[in-house]
């Protein structure tokens, strides 16, 4: 199973992104998926995550500003973000809890996506 992230780039602070990530592969199921970030100089953290049944978490950082929803039949997980700020500057990685042989589920993560957001 590989995991592809998309949509990183440049954008203006007040600007809007979609991240998006996919799954390849075959014989595997999908239970949570989630988005991550590690800005410079810190350590990795959860910015949002959703789990099978389509419950949603997020960051306090990113609450009302980032969306997290997935599409089941593509095996993707998409991350929207509006009203961006300087300070979501990082890379962002996404990751998704998969099985290929129940019921034993790992962590799986894809390569990362920079997201540069200028004053």
């Known amino acids: 199973v590989q995991l592809q992230a998309s949509g990183g780039g440049l954008v203006q602070a007040g600007g809007s992104l979609r991240l998006s990530c996919a799954a390849s592969?075959?014989?595997?199921?999908?239970?949570?998926m989630g988005w991550y970030r590690q800005r410079p100089g810190k350590e990795r953290e959860l910015v949002a995550s959703?789990?099978?049944?389509?419950?949603?978490d997020y960051a306090n950082s990113v609450k009302g500003r980032f969306t997290i929803s997935r599409e089941n039949a593509k095996n993707t997980v998409y991350l929207q973000m509006n009203s961006l700020k300087p300070e979501d500057t990082a890379v962002y990685y996404c990751?998704?809890?998969?099985?290929?042989?129940?019921?034993?589920?790992?962590?799986?993560w894809g390569q990362g996506t920079l997201v540069t957001v200028s004053s």
């Open positions: 990751k998704m809890v998969i099985s290929r042989s129940r019921p034993y589920y790992y962590d799986y």
């Open positions: 592969g075959s014989g595997f199921s999908i239970a949570d």
């Open positions: 959703i789990i099978s049944g389509g419950s949603t």
